[in-house]
């Protein structure tokens, strides 16, 4: 991300937990294995104990960069390629 002057140095993992009882306008997921096994968030406007709320979820689905193979050059152009992928989808769908 620093190559394209994005800091996410200060970033970090965060658990479902952290958002509990939160209600949330948006929700975008870009990862399939996430949508298909993590209770991401409900829509149901209804606060659940270990989940965060959304009004609306957007998933748009990217290939997964760490499940790159070959040398570590080809594996950083993938996370690149995916990287861009995203940022390319984000400019055309939230203008």
Known sequence: MKEIEIDISGQRSKSMEEYQGILFD????VC???KDTCPLCSTTLKLLPKSPVA???IHKGFEDPADASGSEEEQLRKFRQVRD???DWISQAFR
């Open 85 to 87: 992928e995203i940022k």
């Open 26 to 29: 948006l929700v975008v997921t």
């Open 55 to 57: 009004k609306e979820t």
């Open 32 to 34: 399939d294995k996430a």
